[in-house]
């Protein structure tokens, strides 16, 4: 199979290379295709003209979104956008990964995924605008939610614990906010898994996140006990997301329930601290 693959140098794309190597990959990084430009993206489809596209590329900086919303909407909005109107011209499946950052938080209990939207901050609003959007274009459409993701390459909470402890004797860590982390190498994995089920009738949104929930504060516990270090446990104070400031709001309940993805694909799910542990 053919498969382009956008942001092959993020922690999601560079999974995707790795899982799907079998096939015939185009990895594309910003220099082959700059995802602003929508010309490019027109011509670097029509030039492959692929059997599936994947989309791993994202403007995933949560707080710079809010002082630069116009390059946050153009990649995580019209270039998705681009490549669902190509995907279609072509009758091929186009895989797109959103955002936990579409929910508001207020909800008490998992979210599913026909719960309503509604993003808190610029990063969730471009992640929603490019979800309505590529489902307006229709076609087989593929928008797989993920939550918390981390890996051990670009940034992202796994590495800044782990560099955290290398320098600090206490670190104080939001215990009020509530997800799945999601490893980069649990997404490509299940998407190894899903890509050769794909057909018309399974078009549609879903939650790709592992099993099980926790805080951001339980979340570096488990980091730090797994990577065995000397750092005291007993030296990770939990606080309240009002006493670390961000300019971005976070939904203080972000926990996506994984069930329909399961059903629909027939996959069997491990749960986040499992997959913490294959890293």
Known sequence: MKILITGINGQVGLALMKQLSENDLIGLTRKECNL?????????????????????????????AEDDPEIAFKINSDAPKCMAKKAREYKIPFIHFSTDYVFDGKKEGVYYEN????????????????????????????????????????????????????????????????????????????????????????????????????????????IIKNKNSTFDVNKIVPIHSDQYFTKAKRPKNSVLDNSHIKISFMLRFDDWKTELLKL
Do not use: M
Request: contains cysteine; aromatic residues 12%.
């Open 115 to 222: 719960d309503e939207t509604n993003p808190l901050g610029v990063y969730g609003l471009s992640k929603l605008a490019g979800e309505r959007a590529i489902q307006n274009i229709g076609g087989q459409i593929y928008i797989f939610r993920t939550s918390w993701v981390y890996s051990k390459v670009g940034q992202n909470f796994f590495l800044t614990i782990e560099r955290l402890i290398r320098k600090q004797k206490e670190l104080r860590i939001v215990s009020d906010q509530f997800g799945v982390p999601t490893s980069s190498n649990f997404i490509a994995n299940q998407i190894k898994k899903i890509i050769f089920k794909l057909a018309p009738n399974n078009a549609g949104i879903y939650h790709l996140v592992p099993d099980g929930k926790c805080s951001w504060y339980e979340f570096a516990k488990e």
């Open 36 to 64: 602003t430009k929508q010309d490019q993206i027109e011509k670097v489809i029509d030039y492959h003209q692929p059997d599936l596209i994947i989309n791993a590329a994202a403007y995933t900086k949560v707080d710079l």
